[in-house]
């Protein structure tokens, strides 16, 4: 781990310039309500909730359906939290089947978009709550009649279809922790995860629509397949849905269409009665060393943190003909926690769209949320600074005034998009919430609530209900405002990661054991003197591409792993449009030539060792890397050189790097 603190240069302009705004006036007439109308209010909750925090969760999760109550609300043995212990629910049930118990069934729950358009117009697909539960119960006996338990771990690699969202929430329906895959990623790191989890079964589409290209789904999942037969690790059962209809390869007995499963089911299938803290879903997660990490994340905390985190940072408010759209990927913690299962509960709608925000032309975001009314919307910043590329007349010619909220997420974000997002989209009515969270989190940890906290481009503003965070040097003490330090969290929350799926050390020393006694996410961050944190970044070696985490170990691995490297150095470095981009530095082996060709051939390389997000965007090859006498690798000398590149350059010539690194020696050991 880089023991160096996190840089603090870029973001001093703008806590100088401090831009504050206000809520606009009329939110909550607007909203058909806002749940906490102004920073007293906030104020006061978030005391109480951190006074006696059992007191507050217990009160949130009364509002939940409980098969059974809990005995105890938490019990917090570091670095161990466990929450409504004795309490069994179903999370499927309390998105669900409660709202067509509560007479909701035939409102909207579930609005998508696929991405072809036949005559200018797109397939929409509407599901009801009675529908959702309709489809969920028989996927859910699907897969039961496949022999898929309690407990047994269910791989999905899926498009963005509706059918994702059904098998998932059937996987939680039955209490199979699912392990969603996201589309992007290559046949080798499904599987790495799948012998990890040791899953049997696979959830899958023909293909996923991209830009008007098909992604080969399950060819990547065959190519899958065969590395799991050869290495002792068979997959049992794989569950396709057709959707592009593009020609693939069937292994019979393995492979099964979902609609021809589907004809031998039942409507009905009861909801597992689960414990508390039984595990909901695995999602892998990059990290600073060795392979991505499965975190875990159990029923009942999971469940009401991120539908309370949910209502209140995007106020959703039943019957006030909201729509809401998360733009991630189910793939992702993102869509996860915000398409799913924090928004079912609340009873409004969430959209799900299938493809590119470019297809077929850059204004597609924008005709959505015209087409379907979109009340709030969430994206990330690498997609804004796409849309400020594209031109704002892409926005302009759609009428947006439907929108209520806006949202960010992945990234810190420049004012300069945030200053966009807030007048071309939000045309200056619409508050920015600027989430911080991780996938560890489960939720929103650090968020402004749209009808109390006065915003500042760039900063995530205030902490959550019931979150104690604070900014510490490496002993663990607070640090004076205006200094940057570690960002800490100092209580448990009920999201909180429940552990690394099996590594009980990395789960340790990567979150407990930076600073003593508290959880630490790897981020950097300093606050403002209004207490407001700012984000500077990961402390660690993971970069952040377009809102993704990839770990320069696991790009490292994957260049050295191609027979014509010898050692390859990963860093991030400015990207316009992805924020952070992915710079390597390579040597060859004696045999190798460095070429343009070569280059090509490690890009490829890379996508298909971990997926597309993960190619180098600019590869240099040199005869050494620059290292300290002790044989590190001199990172921030690297770094320097990746951001000042000129990536227009012959690129492809061997360069002495160990000469600069010389020159640097000195301040770098
Ligand atoms: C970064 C995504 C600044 C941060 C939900 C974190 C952010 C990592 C923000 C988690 C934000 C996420 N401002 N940085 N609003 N949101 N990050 O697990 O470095 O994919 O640790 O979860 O993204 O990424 P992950």
Known sequence: MSQTGPDTSSIESILKEGRVFEPPADFSERVGGSYISSMDEYRKLYERSIKDPEAFWAEVAAQFDWFKPWETVLEWDLP??????????????????????????????????????????????????RELQREISRF???????????????????????????????????????????????????????????????????????????????????????????SGNAIKNVIVVKRCKN???????????????????????????????????????????????????TTAGYMIYT????????????????VYWCTADI??????????????????????????????DESRFWSIV??????????????????????????????????????????????????WYHK????????????????????????????????????CTLPFFGIDAAIVNEKGEEVPHGTGGLLAIRKPWPSILRGVYGDRQRFIDTYFSRIEGMYF????????????????????????????????????????????????????MPHEIKGTGIAAFVTLEAHAEPSEELMAKLREHVAREIGAIAKPDLIRFTDALPKTRSGKIMRRLLRDIASGTDTNQDVTTLEDLTVMAKLRESDES
């Not at 849309?387 to 009428?399: I, P, S, V, Y």
Request: glycine share 10%; hydrophobic share 35%.
């Open 521 to 572: 996410p790897g981020d950097g961050a300093k606050r403002d003197d209004r207490g407001y944190f700012w984000i500077m970044g990961r402390v660690d070696d993971v970069i952040n591409v377009s809102g993704h985490r990839l770990g320069t170990m696991e790009v490292e691995s994957a260049l050295v792993s191609h027979e014509s490297v010898v050692e390859a150095a990963v860093v991030g």
């Open 80 to 129: 161990d939290a466990r929450w409504f212990i004795g309490g069994k629910t179903n999370i499927c049930h309390n998105c669900v089947d409660r709202q067509v118990n509560n007479g909701y069934g035939d409102e909207a729950a579930i609005i998508w978009e696929g991405e072809p358009m036949e005559g200018g117009k797109p397939e929409i697909r509407r599901y009801t709550y």
């Open 140 to 230: 859910a006996n699907v897969l039961k009649a496949q022999g898929v338990k309690k407990g047994d771990v269910v791989t999905i690699y899926m498009g963005m279809v509706p059918e994702l969202a059904i098998a998932m929430l059937a996987c939680a329906r039955i209490g199979a922790p699912h392990s969603i895959i996201f589309g992007g990623f290559s046949s080798q790191a499904i599987a790495d995860r799948v012998i990890d989890a040791d899953s049997k079964t696979i959830v899958t589409c023909d293909g996923a629509w991209r830009r008007g290209k098909i992604v080969p789904l399950k060819d990547n999942v065959d190519e899958a397949c065969n590395q799991l037969e050869r």
């Open 370 to 419: 015209e087409r379907h009314k979109v009340t709030q919307f969430y994206t990330a910043p690498t997609a804004i600074r796409a849309f400020m590329k594209w031109g704002r007349e892409h926005a302009d010619k759609h009428d947006l005034s439907s929108l209520r909220v806006l949202g960010t997420v992945g990234e810190p974000i420049n004012p300069e998009a945030w200053m």
């Open 307 to 322: 539908a309370v985190t949910a209502r209140y940072v995007f106020n959703l408010v039943p019957n006030q003909d909201q």
């Open 331 to 360: 793939g992702w913690v993102t869509g996860h926690s915000y398409i799913i299962y924090g928004v079912l509960p609340n009873r409004v709608p969430t959209l799900m769209y299938e493809g590119a925000p470019n297809a077929p």
């Open 247 to 297: 020609d693939i390869q069937w292994t019979d007995g393995r492979d099964h269409w979902w609609h021809e499963l589907e004809k031998n089911v039942d409507d009905e299938c009861p909801c597992e009665e689960m414990d508390s803290e039984d595990m909901l879903f695995l999602l892998y997660t990059s990290g600073s060393t060795g392979k991505p990490k499965g975190i875990m994340h």
């Open 424 to 459: 071309v989209i939000g045309q200056e009515k619409c508050p920015i919430v600027d989430t911080w969270w991780q996938t560890e989190t489960g939720g929103h940890l650090i968020t402004p609530l749209p009808g109390a906290t006065p915003t500042t481009p760039g900063s």
